[in-house]
């Protein structure tokens, strides 16, 4: 795990960062910068799991870049170490109340410094993984219901502030019973995984494909400049389920009908309503003849 971590250290003091470099390469994946300015900017391109944040460098210090990251949307949970010579109790403090997470002293002792990023690094995958079973599908890897809630919401609130449409595409695979019953789970399952992953090649990149359980799906598509989605779309994935699955010798066909639900509409709605609407109008296209899309129109 650590050998494929990436590490960036900021530091404006060359003899640290070689020594820091030197150290840490060996089983980390290391980028090396001399000013705040550049930090922010590589991190939020590189996404590093670790930053090793020096506090004292001029132009932008330590803890304003701290704030920067912990402020922006990429770099709320990224590890950060303050790294400093001042050991004041309101230094300290201050990193602390920013969102730093550990503070390494110069002179610095490289064991101490390996050893609080391993540390780190460890608590933050176990988080990772309690995260993974908490709002992703272990079966597909696709979100799960509770994180489609919150990706729903929080595209709600931007549609909202742009002025923008969405639009929540409620997909059920017709006639995936009879793969269970006539060649198992195990086979039901990888036709699930494989579904999910043609599905969501199916979709733009920003879109949200989630399972919600069984063989149902939901594809949350955001920025939408027009009430209706591209026609277009619906089409790929009614073409991705349908294309023909090959099981030692069968061809397996299922089909798939879907319901689509809009925002934001003349009344108020919540993001449960838009999911009913959506499973609504997905059963008006099974009850219609399956394979096909449907729109929510109040009667």
């Avoid at 879109?207 to 939408?224: S, Y």
């Avoid at 689509?260 to 499973?279: C, E, H, M």
Wanted: aromatic share 6%; proline share 4%.
């Amino acid at each position: 795990m650590n050998e494929q971590a990436k590490i960036l250290v900021v530091d404006d003091h060359p003899t640290n960062l070689q020594i820091l470099l030197s150290a840490l390469s060996k089983d980390y994946q290391v980028s090396i910068v001399t000013s705040g300015k550049q930090a922010l900017k590589l991190a939020e391109t590189l996404r590093p799991d670790l930053i090793l944040l020096d506090i004292m460098m001029p132009e932008m210090d330590g803890l304003t870049v701290l704030e920067h990251i912990r402020q922006s949307d990429w770099g709320c949970c990224m590890a950060v170490i303050l790294v400093t010579a001042d050991d004041r109790h309101e230094t300290h403090l201050k990193g602390l109340q920013l969102g730093a997470d550990d503070f390494i002293t110069k002179p610095f002792s490289l064991p101490l410094v390996q050893l609080r990023i391993r540390n780190l690094l460890a608590r933050d995958q176990a988080r990772k993984q309690l995260d993974q079973m908490a709002y992703y599908d272990a079966l597909t890897g696709l979100p799960n219901r509770s994180l489609l809630h919150d990706r729903l919401d929080q595209a709600i609130a931007q549609a909202d502030r742009r002025q923008k449409r969405l639009a929540l595409v409620f997909i059920d695979i017709d006639g995936f019973k009879p793969v269970n019953d006539n060649f198992g789970h195990a086979v039901g399952d990888v036709l699930l995984k494989l579904l999910a992953t043609r599905m969501k090649s199916a979709l733009r990149e920003g879109d949200t494909l989630a399972r919600l359980g069984g063989d149902e799906f939901i594809a949350l598509l955001v920025d939408l400049t027009e009430q209706l989605p591209n026609k277009e779309l619906m089409e790929r994935l009614l073409s991705a389920v349908s294309e023909p699955f090959e099981y030692q010798g069968h061809t397996i066909h299922v089909t798939a009908s879907i319901g689509v639900s809009y925002y934001p509409q003349p009344k108020p709605i919540d993001a449960s309503q838009l999911i009913r609407q959506a499973d609504q109008a997905m059963y008006q296209a099974k009850q219609s003849g399956k394979n096909q899309f449907f729109e929510f129109k109040e009667d």
